[in-house]
């Protein structure tokens, strides 16, 4: 029995060493814009791949397009990768364009669901402006150079891949799988599928090495955003970012006009500063943002003088502004149905609150020592040069002086208030005076 013992203790240790190590596959989706933040995201998961010994990278990918900064960003991440990384284009019915496509074809492995489809990566401008042909036709090449390099690198289709850059193709996913050589690898119809069908396959790394992925009883672990990069990335939008932006100038401009209402000028300030580090994000165009301040200020000036012309241009320049600052994603586009509500709520309520306002200063005030002036009574008892006495004044009684002689029950207009004392004069005086004058 001892031996025995022995025996078991003395293998033990033996045993869980030779036990088989289970393969490890991280898995992460990002589902939006390419930007600095989504970049951030997937360069986390493949360090965290690396770190933990991961067999493969699956990364579940729908976006209509991005920055090309931060898509050369993540493509550099994924060349470096010690783990091989898998693009899944998925599921059913999403789409990896414009720099989209450019991911997958960096990928080691690039998988595209049924119904899905990539491509139409022609370069724009970042600023949202236009470019000439001479700026069109450098970024044209140059990106679709990028995307020769890394389909010739993974044996892809470079015809085709030129062709989605220099001419907007698109490719559903028959088209790239039929292709001669294919753009992607295989179809699948979820993660699973995709690991299932990577069991046993042997890829050529970029750097020319082969390396046998082995997926049997693989453990999977999915890595989410952080609760920051998710926040980031919802802000990081063009509708979001001008969203907020409108809402922070609606919010401060109620609180202009109605100063102390505190929560619309707080929440306007805390929507202005999100939209400002949205936009911190995202390319900055310089022209729109000009073009909305000479809107803001056109608007300004038609409050001061009323002319009508001021306020459409105003409102003018505010769309077109507006069109030109959302624009600033290659691929992701914002439609007038959005700017144009948005811009003309602003104007509205800018010009309907600007206006209550402004004729709310010109009124003539009705309380305080202001609000006395002016105002008629009636004298309660009676009043000289240098005696005082009371009149009713807005149904209140109030000690006075008149430098006229003034008889009880005569009506009396307030000159001045000294302190609680009112100076005033006998109305009839002050009328047959502005007759005779």
Do not use: C
């Amino acid at each position: 029995m001892l031996a025995a013992l022995l025996l078991l203790y003395a293998g033990g240790p033996a045993a869980a060493q030779t036990a088989p190590h289970r393969p490890l596959a991280i898995v992460a989706e990002l589902d939006g814009i390419i930007h600095p933040v989504s970049a951030e995201y997937l360069r986390g998961v493949i360090d965290q791949a690396d770190t933990s010994g991961a067999n493969v990278v699956v990364i579940v990918l729908r976006t209509p397009g991005g920055l090309l900064d931060s898509t050369r960003d993540i493509v550099t991440r994924m060349i470096n990768s010690r783990a091989p990384v898998v693009v899944f284009v998925g599921p059913a019915g999403g789409r990896a364009a414009s720099a989209g496509f450019l991911l997958t074809l960096a990928s080691d492995v690039a998988v595209m669901a049924p119904g899905t489809h990539i491509g139409a990566a022609h370069p724009v401008s970042g600023s949202g402006q236009a470019m000439d042909s001479v700026a069109s036709e450098k970024a044209a090449a140059d990106a679709a150079a990028y995307a020769r390099t890394l389909a010739e690198a993974r044996g892809r289709n470079v015809m085709l891949a030129a062709a989605a850059v220099q001419e907007s193709r698109a490719f559903t996913d028959l088209e790239a799988v039929q292709a001669t050589p294919p753009l992607v690898d295989f179809t699948a119809t979820d993660v699973d599928d995709v690991l299932r069908r990577l069991d046993g396959r042997t890829i050529k790394r970029f750097d020319g090495r082969t390396t046998t992925i082995r997926t049997t009883d693989i453990e999977t672990r999915r890595v989410e955003m952080t609760r920051r990069q998710r926040f980031l990335s919802a802000i990081a939008h063009p509708e979001v970012a001008y969203l907020l932006m409108t809402l922070g100038m609606i919010g401060l401009t109620v609180e202009l006009w109605n100063p102390g209402a505190i929560l619309p000028g707080v929440a306007g300030a805390l929507s202005l500063l999100l939209a400002f580090f949205a936009l911190q994000i995202l390319p900055m165009n310089t022209t729109g943002l000009l073009l909305v301040l000479l809107g803001i200020g056109l608007l300004v000036l038609e409050l001061k003088v009323p002319s009508g012309v001021l306020g459409v241009g105003g409102t003018i320049a505010l769309v077109i502004g507006s069109v030109m600052m959302t624009g600033t994603v290659p691929g992701v586009t914002v439609g007038l149905g959005f700017i144009v509500p948005a811009a003309l709520a602003f104007a509205i309520i800018f010009l309907f609150l600007g206006r209550l306002a402004l004729a709310s200063h010109r009124r003539p005030p009705v309380t305080g020592k202001e609000g006395l002036v002016g105002t008629e009574g009636r004298a309660r008892d009676a009043l000289a040069a240098h005696t005082t006495g009371y009149v009713l004044v807005r149904g209140e009684l109030w000690r006075a002086t008149s430098r006229s002689p003034v008889s009880p029950g005569d009506a009396i207009r307030v000159l001045d208030v000294r302190g609680l004392t009112l100076d005033v004069e006998p109305l009839l005086a002050s009328t047959s005076h502005g007759e005779s004058s």
